[in-house]
């Protein structure tokens, strides 16, 4: 008896082109939102943007790596800290540092794997928060750079920052709203790209032997998948988008201190929080996470300490009664998937069968 062969993978379902034409609708809103907001409003989306840069980063590693990091700080801090060198001591244009603070936080991640690599489990999470503790210890005795107490960007670097002279005499803004609209575009276009090249990743085949090691490093090793190179190239990836990330924060903030730099709570603990409620493991979860924390951060910030107690309420019943995060139980309700990456074996009658089932 023969079995008929399908002729090839499909990870498109028919959920997810219309969405597509509303996220085009959204971004074309989104580019032109320093125009139509205020400014304050423009900072929050910022805050937005760069948040949901850093959960996508964290549960690419995470969620399908299967490499839980508590230390993804050290590159948040890292990044900026590279920022503001590059500034200050080399006096070059905040933008172009922006760029060389991603590759040195890429090129921090390479010994700081060879260490971690070697640790498992929970020691590979704490391993992380100690190098990240070493860095920030490291890095406040930096003199030039302010030491444990800091120092902020020279005010003629951002006045001079490339785009802000012309926002200013085209659209008549000042310098400070210049700034933070462009900082605003540039967050967007990281948190667009972020996006983007996790979505790729995840559809190749690259993306495939990813989630083979995340599932069973064992049996994927058994079938050739290289899962050091694998994590590896994750680790090294999301390093160099996380300091992107942080160079960019703190280009908009224009000041800088280790504490607040390699902040495990700012950086870290709401990143993991931000993925946990949304859906570790789906591309759609840290969206739909980091709003949420965004509303939840306005509306109890005037609780004081309280506030920290109802965002773990608020973890551990998602974590209770939707083990997937918010995300993850309405798609298990509606096979609705915006960034679609299982695949569907489509062509004959067992890829037929697949097709029809739950999740596709």
């Given at each position: ?5 399908p ?46 840069v ?20 050290v ?21 172009v ?26 020691y590979f ?49 000042k ?15 990281l ?34 998948v ?135």
């Open positions: 008896m023969s079995i008929a062969i002729s090839k993978f499909e990870t498109r379902t028919s959920a997810s082109s219309f969405p597509a034409l509303i996220a085009a609708a959204v971004l074309g809103l989104a580019a032109a939102a320093p125009f139509l907001v205020s400014r304050g409003a423009v900072q929050d989306l910022f805050f937005i943007l760069t948040m949901l850093l959960a996508q980063s964290w549960n690419l590693l995470a969620g399908y790596a299967g490499l839980i990091s508590v230390g993804q700080q590159f948040v801090g890292f990044g900026a800290y590279a920022m503001f060198g590059a500034v200050i001591l080399f006096g070059i244009d905040p933008i540092a922006i760029l060389i603070a991603g590759f040195l936080a890429a090129l921090l991640a390479i010994p700081t794997a060879f260490f971690t690599f070697r640790l498992y489990g929970p999470a704490i391993g992380t928060w100690v190098v990240a503790e070493v860095v920030r210890l490291l890095l406040a005795q930096w003199k030039a750079l302010g030491g444990g107490t800091g120092t902020s960007l020279p005010r003629e670097a951002m006045r001079d920052m490339t785009g802000v002279g012309l926002l200013r005499d085209l659209f008549g803004m310098a400070a709203q210049a700034g933070d609209a462009l900082t605003y575009w540039l967050a967007l276009i948190a667009v790209a972020t996006i983007g090249f996790i979505y790729r990743l995840l559809r190749s085949k690259q993306g495939l032997g990813l989630a083979a090691v995340r599932d069973n490093e064992q049996a994927a090793r058994a079938v050739g290289d899962a050091r190179r694998m994590k590896a190239m994750v680790y090294l990836a999301t390093a160099f988008l996380t300091g992107l990330a942080g160079a960019l924060i703190y280009v908009q903030k224009a000041r800088i201190s280790p504490d607040a730099a390699f902040s495990v709570t700012d950086w870290t603990a709401y990143v993991i929080f931000i993925v946990v409620i949304g859906g570790i493991g789906t591309i759609e979860g840290p969206i739909v996470g980091v709003i949420l924390f965004f509303l939840l951060q306005n509306s109890l910030a005037d609780f004081g300490s309280w506030y920290l107690l109802m965002l773990g309420l608020v973890g551990i019943l998602v974590m209770i009664f939707a083990p997937r995060g918010l995300w993850g139980a309405f798609s298990d309700r509606t096979g609705i998937q915006l960034f679609p990456v299982r695949r569907l074996l489509v062509g004959g009658p067992l890829g037929h069968a697949l097709k029809g089932g739950p999740h596709g």
